[in-house]
């Protein structure tokens, strides 16, 4: 497990492109057969990604970040898979997730593990997790139990569809909010106008972009942006004080999760668009 430190809003101005990279960008991600997490200070925060092929995957604990005797011994997690059918043992039932499924384990599931159903066809688990000081059943959410919501408009090409996983009115959870944004054909920007939202982090997982397209992800306080060029299937950090928005050269999908004081979708500060320099 790699551990992420972040800087502070006045450090962040400062930083070059390599080193913003360095903080807020997850690249190690999906790598077939390995299970990749990066454990992120802010909120306590653990991002990360499981490829099983022929040999399932085991998720445990990590000592050094976590002190426990297992994964979800005082953490939550949310799994979504965006490859093929695969299966997630926890504590000896079997989830079936079928591409864009998710599941909610609850803290107190002692073991966990993930599977391809094929490996010529391997799942893709996306994982994000914070600790829960309640512990809540694991839940297998369909794709189409999410619930939709449609934002945006073509005329500012941001027409985009937003399901809702782990939320408070849906699957419940101490306090991870998780779920996918899927852009329409045609648009590109997402999340604009920008917000933020002071009372907890978010990270962005970014995902269905053609290998030979480029996504430009926006950051850090209204006067002072700065942004990170991403590409398929990799993730951003946006502390509570950054914007975080998007525009790509084609459609895409992003996976966004939430940690911190509260779960309200809305509690969302906007950001006047007079105040960016």
């Known amino acids: ?149 449609e934002l945006g408009d073509q005329e500012h090409a941001n027409t985009r569809v937003i399901e809702k996983y782990i939320h408070a009115e849906g699957v419940k959870s101490a306090q991870l909010v998780m779920g996918i944004t899927h852009l329409k054909e045609g648009n590109v920007w997402n999340t604009f106008p920008p917000h933020i939202h002071m009372r907890r982090t978010e990270i962005y997982f970014y995902f269905n972009l053609a290998e030979d397209q480029l996504l430009f992800h926006f950051m850090g306080e209204p006067s002072e942006t700065r942004h990170l060029v991403m590409r398929n299937k990799q993730a951003v950090i946006s502390p509570s004080w950054s914007i975080h928005s998007g525009v790509a050269t084609e459609a895409y999908s992003f996976i966004w999760g939430m940690g911190g004081e509260n779960q309200a979708f809305d509690d969302m500060d906007a950001v006047n668009l007079n105040l960016f320099a």
């Open 1 to 149: 497990m790699k551990i992420r430190y972040l800087p502070d809003p006045e450090s962040a101005k400062m930083l070059s492109s390599e080193e913003l990279r360095d903080y807020f960008l997850v690249e190690e991600l999906f790598d077939a057969g390995l299970l990749q997490l990066t454990y992120v200070e802010l909120d306590r925060a653990i991002v990360g990604s499981a490829a099983p092929l022929k040999q399932p995957i085991a998720l445990t604990a990590n000592r050094q970040t976590m002190a426990a005797d297992y994964f979800c011994e005082r953490r939550e997690l949310g799994v979504i898979n965006i490859g093929a059918k695969g299966q997630v043992i926890v504590d000896g039932q079997t989830y079936e997730l079928e591409s864009l499924d998710g599941l909610y384990i609850g803290r107190g599931a002692k073991e966990i593990q993930m599977s391809s159903q094929k490996a010529e066809e391997p799942a893709e688990f996306y994982l994000l997790s914070y600790p829960a000081h309640a512990a809540y059943p694991t839940t297998l959410i369909k794709k189409s139990q999410a619930a939709k919501t």
